[in-house]
């Protein structure tokens, strides 16, 4: 399971489903400091990386993921040294 969460922490979140709350959709673009979600009912909403907590479905396990931890921009992301 660490695999798969340190695979989804360096790896791409554009394309990837997403449950941030009560909002459901799928990520379109990122920033160093947010997400932009296309939700189910075709709204885009923004959010930003710090102030939430974003569910992932990885290998049918749910997987939360504070913000903070990918809080910068998606090429530095690929770097980082996870503990």
């Known amino acids: 399971m660490k695999k798969a969460v340190e695979d989804l922490l360096r ?3 554009i394309g990837r489903n997403v ?3 009560q909002v ?3 990520i379109v673009d990122e920033t160093k400091n947010m997400l932009v ?3 189910q009912e075709g709204l ?6 710090k102030a939430h907590k974003f569910e992932f479905n990885v ?4 997987v939360i993921i504070d913000g903070s931890l990918i809080a ?3 090429e530095q992301r690929i770097t980082i040294k996870l503990r």
Not at 44 to 49: A, E
Not at 59 to 62: A, F, G, L, Q, S
């Open 11 to 13: 790896g791409e979140l």
């Open 19 to 21: 449950k941030v709350g």
């Open 24 to 26: 459901e959709g799928t």
């Open 37 to 39: 979600i296309l939700t």
């Open 44 to 49: 885009k909403k923004k959010y930003i990386k």
């Open 59 to 62: 290998n049918h396990r749910r």
């Open 72 to 74: 910068m921009k998606p």
